[in-house]
Every structure is written in structure tokens, then in C-alpha cells.
């Protein structure tokens, strides 16, 4: 999934300026990488960043065409052409990120990601394989389970996993099943929602 970066870069032709914004969006790619998803930096657009404001929106907006989404970062209401691509991702019914929104569902996917690691051994890359052994089956339903009980949405959650929709339903319809038939697996539900508990005091 590709997403664009949209917020505020304004007049960069300060130094200190420019090393700011340079900053911020790479800090904003790195955050977005870290989610397994692509992202497009508008400051390596290909135009120089002396060209004219016109120029560089209407090269954007082409960039963001291409994306399945776009991420707002915290400044993007103090940009005018934020503004203009906010509203051209919406009229294309592209998936929209609020940098905010992401930063608070990093931490949590994150929590859950250390809680099941330490209540099974598994690292996070080990249980989204297409491996169907029961180990990495069940590391896989905690952590849609948990995603799923923060509210996140279905598809988002997919995406962390690399499932279907129909995948992540069959995993939560599955836990309760197993939560109340399967001694092994209830013992590591338990565990990782008393590492969650002690994380969250």
C-alpha cells in the first residue's frame, strides 16, 4: 500500500527551515516503512524546490493520483496545499491518515507486538507468514484479537498481518472457541493480557 505524505513545508529557503521539514517527513516515511507500508515524500517530487507553488501542487497531486492513500501530518491545516490534497484524496475516495490517529495505533500495535513476543517467543515478522503451523496460528489470532479489542478496523488490521477481511473474521470468530476449549492456547490469552494490563497501569 502507498501512501503520500501531506503537510505543511512552506517557504524553504531558510536553512534551518528546510533541515526542519526535511526532517519531518522522513520522520514520517520512517513511521509509515515501520507499518509496512510505501510512501511518497512530496520534497523528492523531482522539481526543484525553487520552482513555483503551482508547479509543485499540480506535481503532488500527480505523485498522490498514483498513492491508495494519504497521510496528514499535524500541520497539514496550516498548508494550503495540504488543503487541496486532503480534498483531492477524499474526492477519490483514497484511504486518509491522521499522523496523530497513527502515532497512538503504532504504540498500541507495538504493545501487543512485545506482549505476545514475550508470552510466546514469536517476533512479529515469524507469525504473518503464510506458515499455517499452530504456533504462528495463534500468534497471529492474539494479535488480531487485541488490535480488534483497541478498536482498530478490519482492514487496517489485515494489512499488519498481510490477511483478507474473511481472514481476520475467521480469527476472531475462532478465539473465543479457543479461549474456552484449548487449555494451551487460553494460558498464552491469559499471559498476554496480564503483560497488557501490567503495560498499561
Known amino acids: 500500500m502507498k ?5 505543511k513545508i512552506g517557504d524553504i529557503s531558510d536553512p534551518a527551515v528546510e533541515k526542519e521539514v526535511v526532517e519531518k517527513f522522513a520522520n514520517a516515511q520512517d513511521l509509515l516503512e515501520s507499518l509496512g507500508l510505501e510512501s511518497e515524500n512530496p520534497l523528492n517530487n523531482g522539481l526543484p524546490r525553487n520552482a513555483p507553488w503551482i508547479q509543485h501542487l499540480c506535481r503532488d497531486i500527480e505523485i498522490l493520483d498514483g498513492c491508495d492513500g494519504i497521510f496528514m501530518l499535524r ?11 486532503f480534498d483531492y484524496a477524499n474526492r477519490e475516495r ?4 491522521f499522523e496523530a490517529d497513527v502515532i497512538r495505533t503504532n504504540q498500541d500495535v507495538m504493545q501487543i507486538q512485545a506482549a505476545i513476543q514475550e508470552a510466546t ?3 512479529f515478522d515469524q507469525y504473518i507468514t503464510k506458515s499455517r503451523k499452530r504456533d504462528g496460528f495463534f500468534a497471529r489470532m492474539l494479535f488480531v ?6 478498536k482498530m478496523k478490519l482492514m487496517q488490521i489485515a494489512k499488519f498481518v498481510h490477511r483478507d477481511h ?11 472457541d479457543e479461549v474456552k476449549f484449548n487449555p494451551y492456547f487460553r494460558g498464552l490469552a491469559d499471559k498476554v493480557q496480564d503483560i497488557l494490563n501490567k503495560t498499561n497501569k
Open 3 to 7: 501512501i503520500y505524505i501531506s503537510g
Open 75 to 85: 500541520d497539514w491545516k496550516q498548508s494550503r496545499g495540504a488543503g487541496h490534497e
Open 94 to 97: 483514497k484511504v486518509v491518515m
Open 121 to 123: 517467543g514469536m517476533r
Open 145 to 150: 484479537y487485541h488490535c480488534r479489542k483497541c
Open 166 to 176: 474473511s481472514s481476520m473474521l475467521h480469527l476472531l470468530n475462532k478465539y473465543d
